[in-house]
């Protein structure tokens, strides 16, 4: 059975496809798009054809910052699962990389892990709640499925619009939650105060990434720190997927400006589910004061993982690496932009690369780039997440047959036959209901 046709029988099992948004295949190309995986190494995935694929793509959705497979991780990992991976007693792996993450990040004492990364932001908004005693968190940008998040869509279609994901649906969240969430604008103070005044007395907790593509405004940060110490309520920086692109720790490391959690989960463990929420020792403490706890957030193969992530990526110092990889792509893009006369926009921080392109029917023509370029053996969208393994020679091959796919583009786009020349439907753009 070929990716697509498992997917559609999938449809049918699981509601939406898969277990992640980003992952449906309606989201690249639909009926096309390969779809499942039999084998991932490196930057190459093989599919359930046997068709082999450089990924130029979301790299696992930022999961896998060294490359898939990873031998040294994965060396660790088999060794965790022959001595066993779960047992009544803990494992002496989640100490270990307590110490190991308030070394890196010498503002923090305490450290919690779960495996997932908007449960380990569920976990840091309740241990936030717990410690200032209120129920209202202001907050800005994506953080995860929970109901405390999607709380903000409550009895509104449009608090995150500007946000990551806007309209997601808050179907099944109780309808009293309704305020407990209120977004403000990343670098927007007038929209933080207004939140802020809008909370009231029950002002409990601010929730935001550090930044992500876009630097802060001067005074953006500080004065959101200024404003939660003099209120007593703690500031949680998500990194979940900022963390670890540019340096080896919190992307928080490289601002003046420290919180009192941050949350870490995807890139720290390359692929094995782990995150972790570190915090000072005074807001830590208030996870002893209500309950947060299960049973899977104590095995072994993650922290495992984590350890060998994260030693591997201070080793290598995969952060400018990273960076750097992420900076090749954004020029090869610009160039194979202005040598075709494509219209494009690049933006996002160098290892979280994207374009947009600037045509009416964007969303067409950007299927169409995935159509073309998946012909030629490249996962790719306008994302391009970093990799370690994504090497220079990897990144100029795959920039070679971008020049080759921007000219085509080009010329569709004059002869107005970008959606003749799609063979499926143009993908999805964002949340959507999906017909089975
Ligand atoms: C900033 C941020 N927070 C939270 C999450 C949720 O993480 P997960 O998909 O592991 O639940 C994501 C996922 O993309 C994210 O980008």
């Known amino acids: 059975m070929t990716g697509p046709e498992l997917y559609r029988r999938a449809k049918k099992r699981i509601p939406g496809g898969t277990q992640l948004l980003s992952k449906r295949p309606e989201m690249f190309l639909p009926d096309e798009w390969p779809a499942y995986y039999s084998e991932a190494r490196g930057v190459e995935l093989v599919d359930l054809d046997g068709r082999r694929f450089v990924d130029m793509s979301f790299s696992a959705v930022g999961s896998c910052i060294l490359g898939y497979a990873d031998p040294d991780v994965n060396a660790a990992v088999k060794s965790a699962v022959d001595r066993g991976s779960m047992a009544t007693l803990n494992c002496p792996e989640e100490a270990e990389l307590a110490d190991l993450l308030c070394e890196l990040h010498p503002w923090a004492e305490m450290v919690r892990y779960t495996r997932c990364g908007g449960e380990a932001m569920a976990a840091a908004v ?164 209500t309950f947060v706890s299960s049973t899977y957030w104590t095995e072994r193969i993650g922290p495992t993982a984590a350890l060998a992530t994260i030693r591997k990526h201070r080793a290598l110092d995969a952060g400018p690496r990273l960076a750097a990889a992420g900076a090749r792509v954004k020029k090869g893009w610009a160039e194979a932009a202005r040598t075709a006369g494509l219209d494009i926009t690049i933006a996002g921080m160098d290892p979280l690369a994207r374009f947009t392109l600037n045509y009416p029917n964007a969303q067409a023509v950007r299927t169409l780039f995935t159509q073309e370029m998946l012909d030629l053996g490249y996962l790719a969208s306008n994302s391009f997440y970093a990799m370690v393994a994504h090497t220079d020679e990897i990144i100029d091959r795959y920039l070679a047959t971008v020049r080759e796919v921007f000219a085509l583009l080009k010329g569709v786009i004059e002869e107005g036959a970008v959606e003749k020349r799609l063979r499926g439907p143009v993908a999805h753009a964002g949340f959507y209901r999906l017909a089975q």
């Open 126 to 289: 309740r241990i936030a709640r717990a410690r200032s005693r209120k129920g209202t968190v202001v907050f800005c940008g994506y953080h995860g499925w929970q109901d405390w998040y999607l709380a903000a869509n409550v009895g509104t279609s449009d608090a995150l619009v500007g946000h990551l994901l806007p309209g997601l649906d808050p179907a099944g969240v109780p309808a009293q939650l309704a305020g407990t969430a209120i977004p403000f604008h990343y670098n927007d103070l007038a929209g933080f105060h207004a939140a802020v005044a809008k909370a009231g007395n029950d002002f409990g907790a601010v929730v935001m990434e550090p930044t992500r593509g876009v630097d802060p405004a001067p005074g953006f940060l500080e004065t959101i720190r200024n404003v939660t110490r003099a209120r007593g309520v703690p500031l949680v920086f998500d990194e979940v997927t900022a963390g670890w692109r540019l340096n080896t720790g919190g992307i928080h490391l490289r601002l003046a400006v420290t919180p009192d959690i941050a949350v870490f989960a995807k890139a720290i463990s390359n692929g094995y589910p782990m995150s972790a929420i570190i915090g000072t020792g005074d807001t830590m403490q208030a996870a002893q004061e």
